[in-house]
Nanobody
Framework: QVQLVESGGGLVQPGGSLRLSCAAS????????MSWYRQAPGTELELVATIGATGGFRNIADSVKGRFTISRDNIKRTVYLQMNSLKPEDTAVYYC?????????????WGQGTQVTVSS
């Protein structure tokens, strides 16, 4: 059973930093790309960052480029999102995501989400 468990969210002042973690289980973690999405109230889901299976490929959304970094530890089966220079517009629920091949189908899996609030 695929499980993604996020942690690390919270309340932070503008300019501050947070590191989100997503602990994965139930699938071959080291073989899959992992992504972080976010959704602010009243807005659509936004892809924030993606990292390839080995960490060699990384893509960051323009809205967070230069401030956020995605990384992974395949031994710990965990993907991270380091968020620096946080802005109020980064306030959202952040979700971990993976698309897992099961049999002949690719199935999407999401974590429960972790709230990030940037406010003074």
């Amino acid at each position: 059973q695929v499980q993604l468990v996020e942690s690390g969210g919270g309340l932070v002042q503008p300019g501050g930093s947070l590191r989100l973690s997503c602990a994965a289980s139930g699938f071959g973690f080291s073989f899959y790309s992992m992504s972080w999405y976010r959704q602010a109230p009243g807005t659509e889901l936004e892809l924030v960052a993606t990292i390839g299976a080995t960490g060699g490929f990384r893509n960051i959304a323009d809205s967070v480029k230069g401030r956020f970094t995605i990384s992974r530890d395949n031994i710990k089966r965990t993907v991270y999102l380091q968020m620096n220079s946080l802005k109020p517009e980064d306030t959202a629920v952040y979700y971990c995501y993976v698309l897992v091949m099961e049999g002949r189908t690719n199935n999407p899996y999401w974590g429960q989400g972790t709230q990030v609030t940037v406010s003074s």
